[in-house]
Nanobody, 122 residues
């Protein structure tokens, strides 16, 4: 069984920071971890991804320079440090794991967490 559990979401004012965590358990056999987000009425969109060997990093243009993805191999945990948050960052953030060829492609991930709400007030 595979389980991904996100934490760290919450309410923050514009310009503030938040760090999300995703702890993975079970045999994921994954080569990459990613963060996606979904706002009400919108499709789930790519935010950031990282390969477990650390050699591949990807960010959506909308978060480049503001968000940083990282991982702790010993803890099987991936993080998303979010700085300079904007109201448009408000969404449910989902952690994903898998062996995608294209790390920014949602449909190529196999496992998903339940999501954590991030709300940025103006």
């Amino acid at each position: 069984q595979v389980q991904l559990v996100e934490s760290g979401g919450g309410l923050v004012q514009a310009g503030g920071s938040l760090r999300l965590s995703c702890a993975a358990s079970g045999r994921t056999f994954s080569s990459a971890m990613g963060w996606f987000r979904q706002a009400p009425g919108k499709e789930r969109e790519f935010v950031a991804a990282i390969s477990w060997n650390g050699g591949r990093l990807y960010y959506a243009d909308s978060v480049k320079g503001r968000f940083t993805i990282s991982l702790d191999n010993a803890k099987n945990t991936v993080y998303l440090q979010m700085n300079s948050l904007k109201p448009e960052d408000t969404a449910v953030y989902y952690c994903a794991a898998g062996a995608p060829r294209r790390l920014w492609t949602r449909r190529e991930y196999d496992y998903w967490g339940q999501g954590t709400q991030v709300t940025v007030s103006s």
